[in-house]
């Protein structure tokens, strides 16, 4: 009997004890096909040398000293490969264990920014429907997963939700996507100013939102639109990479492809492959320089903040996928699935819509392709895929149910970035 409390509590998991490229294998012998990452997580696979050589190497150094103490060399390394690859104006890194405490950090500092600006009225966040960004209460408060949200909706804090940008759904049958991502964009500026545009923090969203809506990238001119809304009424704009970045569409940094720069981005999952728990959050100029003009510093802080084994690992990663050229990679077996799961799914009676960038990639799954009816939630369509799936030693990351905030069930498919073309 585990004395685990799982995520399922009437489910067994089979035990995973080894890994071998993209596969992972139980106590059985079975092999499983990660197509998922996990979470989008395992970008390099199960067994990489170079990673797991560079952790042995900082653990045998120094494994961890606390960031109220020193500084330490993994964190600087990786912080400066971050930094001069990010898009423009993000110029600090703040290191965190996941992507939760990395959105948990952004908020805050978003917070701290307008106080230090002396605008402390500024009490609200704009965020989207079918957005994922955490499992605190606070990105919790500004997330679109309702069935996550449910138990907790007394505790969370108010938050304003906009449509997400979901051509699929919300395309009028003329219209232009250009034209479409406008429209959606601005209706960021209607939430601005029904709550006041004084009055507002920031605006959150996934670049390409992964698990709440199946790799839903946006259109072209969305973000951008976005970011010229923001400008106009002096919010920030915080992007949540935690799923998307670090290579998976092809680009370090996913926003890169829609040529804009936010005020704070995050990022995880990829950022230390799953060989080690790291998260980031990268912050603009202009905000760390009115923190350091104002009270000269940021309350806040974990005790495993910049820990130098999570960054030895994360730079590890980072060595790996320039030396490799795995984003170009990315690009090349992304086009190659992309065009696999049209020539296989395409026009299946129950695939409505096949979405993505690299490799971060979904299938949106509907009862009537005509009408774009999702499934009955009852039918738990999501889970069962998941179910099928593993039996027959394959992994994606399936999820759906309209109790969850999401309508219709999608499959998401983000494999590791060395995928064969046979794999
Ligand atoms: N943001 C996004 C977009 C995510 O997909 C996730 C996790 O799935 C998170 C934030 C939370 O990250 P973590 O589970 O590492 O706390």
Known sequence: MSHILHRQFVHSYPVAVAGDGPYVIDAKGQ????ASGGAAVSCLGHSHKSVVEAIKAQLDRLPYTHSGFFTNEPAEALAEHLVTRAPEGLGKVYFLSGGSEANETALKLARSYWVEKGEPQRVHFISRRQSYHGNT???????????????????????TQIAPCYPYREKWPEEQDLDYGLRAADELEAAIRRLGPE?????????????????????????KRIREICDRYGVLLILDEVMSGMGRTGYLFACAEDGISPDLLTCAKGLGAGYQPIGACLISGEIVETLAGGSGSFQHGFTYIGHPTACAGGLAVQHAIEREGLLERVRTQGAALRAALEARFGNHRYIGDIRGRGLFLALELVEDRASKAPFDPQYKLHARVKAEAMARGLMCYPSGGTADGVRGDHVLLAPPFIISDGQ
């Open 31 to 34: 092999r499983y096909l990660d």
């Open 137 to 159: 209460l606070a990105t919790l408060s500004i997330g679109g997963n309702r069935g996550r949200r449910a138990v907790y909706e007394p505790l969370l804090m108010p938050s």
């Open 199 to 223: 009055t507002v923090i920031g605006f959150v969203a996934e670049t390409v939102v992964g698990a709440t809506a199946g790799a839903l990238a946006p259109v072209p001119g969305y973000l």
